[in-house]
């Protein structure tokens, strides 16, 4: 569909931003997000394997998504424990818009997977997510777990709050290679990655329930429980679900064009987009405060050439200390 989304008085925000929206007509409110340079540059400090990369990438644009929600100074985490290949993924979101990430993989598991079998929910493999929001001093800590049974990632966002919000929800997330040519260097490689995100929240609640959740453990011949979707909410999603991960990783598409082509005939309301940066909290002040909490025995087996080093985990930076 070819158009220019500036006659529609709509500027496109372009890369590493999440742009807010509503289809009022279909009761939905959702988030859609193109990250470019915040995902590349993540990536790249760390090198890890290509499927770790991808895994990562998948959970710093579901952060992206979920985090951005917050109303208030905090911070959104969501951390990974399990005995897959890769048996960590920590992203942390401080609002208004900075994000880190880092993984922690065994690379034997990694290799002793066949490729046909080296895929997202193979790669976490069993053990749980949690889902942690963090409002500052004074102020409870919430923490939402969902366990991890050889799902995607997409799927983690679907239970989680099917679970804790019970909150009809559905989510594309997609993340690509992108190549640009450099003279006299070849073509240089970099990670582009995307998704949406959409609730349905109708004003009358119970518009909004669904089927329970399979137990797993029913006596065979148990007949479910079933619950007709609303209708608004079942063609809310089934246009979700066309989305191809070449809209979400094409520079060209952009998520305003994509949101266009997916409700314009219900119409969509654009909200001002929300920045991503790449940005650690680290620094050197507590590094050192954190220094100080160990004993001097415990300092002294942390020298190594006459230094105490501590490199940060998520942005690789390196802090040198004199153990005196």
């Known amino acids: 569909m070819a158009f220019n989304l500036e006659d529609f008085g709509v500027t496109p925000v372009g890369m590493d931003a999440v742009r807010p929206f509503a289809v009022e007509g279909l009761d939905v409110r959702g988030r859609a997000v193109a990250l470019g340079p915040v995902v590349g540059d993540i990536l790249a400090r760390h090198a890890y394997p290509k499927p770790v990369s991808r895994l990562l990438a998948e959970a710093i644009v579901l952060t992206s998504l979920l985090g951005t929600s917050l109303k208030f100074e905090g911070r959104f985490t969501l951390q990974t424990q399990t005995d897959g290949p890769v048996s960590m993924l920590v992203v942390d979101f401080s609002s208004p818009d900075a994000i880190r990430a880092c993984a922690t993989f065994d690379a034997d598991k990694l290799a002793a997977l066949p490729k046909d079998q080296v895929t997202p929910e193979n790669l976490l493999g069993r053990g749980h997510l949690a889902m942690t929001i963090d ?99 079942v063609e809310a999603k089934t246009l979700v679900e066309t989305v191809k991960d070449v809209e979400l990783t094409d520079p060209e598409v952009g998520v305003e064009r994509l949101l266009f082509r997916l409700f314009h005939e219900r119409g969509v309301r654009l909200f001002e987009p929300q920045p991503i940066a790449d940005k650690c909290s680290c620094s050197r002040e507590k590094v050192e405060g954190i220094l100080t909490t160990f004993s001097d025995e415990e300092r002294a087996n942390m020298i190594v050439d006459g230094k105490i080093s501590v490199t940060c985990e998520f942005c690789s930076t390196r802090y040198e200390f004199d153990p005196e």
């Open 135 to 233: 409002q500052g001093k004074h102020m409870n800590r919430y923490q939402g777990l969902v366990e991890l049974d050889g799902i995607s990632m997409e799927e983690v966002a679907r239970r989680y709050f099917a679970r804790s919000e019970q909150i009809p929800t559905e989510v594309r997330l997609a993340v690509g290679e992108l190549f640009t040519r450099q003279e006299g260097d070849g073509p240089a490689q970099t990670w582009i990655a995307g998704g949406v995100l959409i609730q349905f929240l109708p004003d009358a609640p119970e518009r909004m329930k669904q089927p329970d959740l399979d137990p797993g453990d029913a006596p065979e011949g148990t007949v479910l429980h079933s619950l007709d979707e609303d209708d608004a909410w």
